[in-house]
């Protein structure tokens, strides 16, 4: 099959009368690859499992299910794709009603029957191209909002649902926290073992992260092992129990099995302002400074920002506490690869374990 062949856009066209399928066939095919079903049942299988087909146009009388049922069945999917497909009611000459109907339960655009050649191509040539720009859109929109590592939204997709959450949680005076979970020393592992063992790391890191959270709340990886996540109506107590769950989590799962590679894992917590008057970037300062604190006091560790009062007087033990981590970390990773992976491990527990969160 030639190149043009292949690239042909795909239509189905629904009638039960074989005369009218062979005259779209033949006015249709020298420039699309047509499909074409005898009612609305077979129609809308073929809809089911060809996701390349770019329009449907579709007699309204069909034994089974008629143009209007199937009309209906495409606008209520739940695939945005089909649900979005241009559909052409094809009508008799006198049939003003059926057109109207047709277009209250959303119609694209109507061809009166017997089809004219001229009038069937401008409609087939428009609403695909249309639909295949739709498309084309949408799939560079997926791209620039998905990280290609995890599967998860990346920064800027974050950034855009933390403005719809903080909108909605203002709107209806729900507490809104962020959170934000990073992986200490990350770098020192791609060194060790490479970046696939990595990447594969950070995608099972994101799916525990996913898997723990509530459908509600949206996490993301903002590059790096750096990951975020927003919890609509959840308070300081809530968000800083999941934190610490995720945290407790990530620290004692084995990651990229036949490897046994682990984390460091760390969490900051802030919980948004009541008033309409923070501002977006208030928000991100706030939360990197709790997840900053996080990162002195070393692996396993939660802090909340503002910290708490009976949390002050463990700050400066803390800070030590962190210093010293960050010098035994880096002289045991100069040590072979898995000599470094074992004691680096039980120094993360050791510290890890230790630690009171705020």
Not at 26 to 43: H, N, T, Y
Not at 310 to 329: I, K, N, V
Request: aromatic content about 4%.
């Amino acid at each position: 099959m030639s190149d043009n062949a292949e690239a042909r856009p795909k239509l189905l066209v629904a009638d039960d009368s074989k005369v009218m399928r062979l005259s779209a066939k033949k006015i249709l095919e020298p420039e699309f690859e047509l499909v074409v079903e005898p009612d609305g049942v077979a129609a809308w299988e073929r809809l089911s499992k060809e996701r390349d087909i770019l329009a449907l146009f579709s007699d309204v009388g069909m034994p089974g299910m008629d143009g209007y049922q199937l009309l209906e069945r495409i606008r209520s999917s739940e695939d945005s794709l089909l649900q979005a497909l241009p559909v052409i009611i094809v009508t008799g000459n006198d049939e003003e009603s059926a057109r109207d109907k047709a277009l209250e339960k959303g119609a694209t655009d109507f061809i009166t029957k017997p089809f004219d050649r001229t009038q069937l191509l401008a409609r087939a040539r428009a609403h695909a191209s249309h639909d295949r720009m739709r498309r084309r859109a949408r799939e560079l929109e997926a791209s620039n909002v998905e990280d290609s590592v995890t599967g998860l939204g990346n920064a800027r997709y974050f950034e855009k649902r933390l403005r719809e959450a903080r909108a909605h949680c203002l709107r209806h005076g729900y507490p809104l926290a962020l959170l934000r979970v990073d992986l200490m020393d990350f770098e020192a592992l791609v060194k060790r073992r490479g970046k696939r063992v990595a990447a594969d790391v950070l995608r099972e890191v994101g799916a525990v992260l996913q898997d723990s959270l509530r459908e509600e709340d949206v996490v993301a990886r903002l590059g790096g092992a750096r990951f975020a996540v927003i919890c609509p109506d959840n308070d300081r107590s809530g968000a800083k129990a999941l934190a610490e769950r995720l945290v407790e989590t990530l620290g004692g799962t084995k990651f990229a099995a036949e490897h046994q590679a682990t984390v460091a894992p760390v969490a900051g917590v802030y919980l948004a302002s009541d008033s309409a008057d923070e501002k977006l970037e208030a928000i991100y300062q706030s939360v990197q400074a709790a997840l900053s604190e996080a990162g002195q006091r070393g692996p396993g560790t939660v802090m909340v920002h503002p910290p708490t009062a009976e949390a002050e007087p463990d700050q400066a033990r803390s800070r030590m506490e962190g210093a010293l981590y960050d010098r035994l970390h880096k002289m045991l990773s100069r040590l072979p690869g898995e000599s470094a992976d074992r004691v680096i491990a039980r120094l993360q527990e050791a510290f890890g374990g230790s630690r009171d969160s705020a």
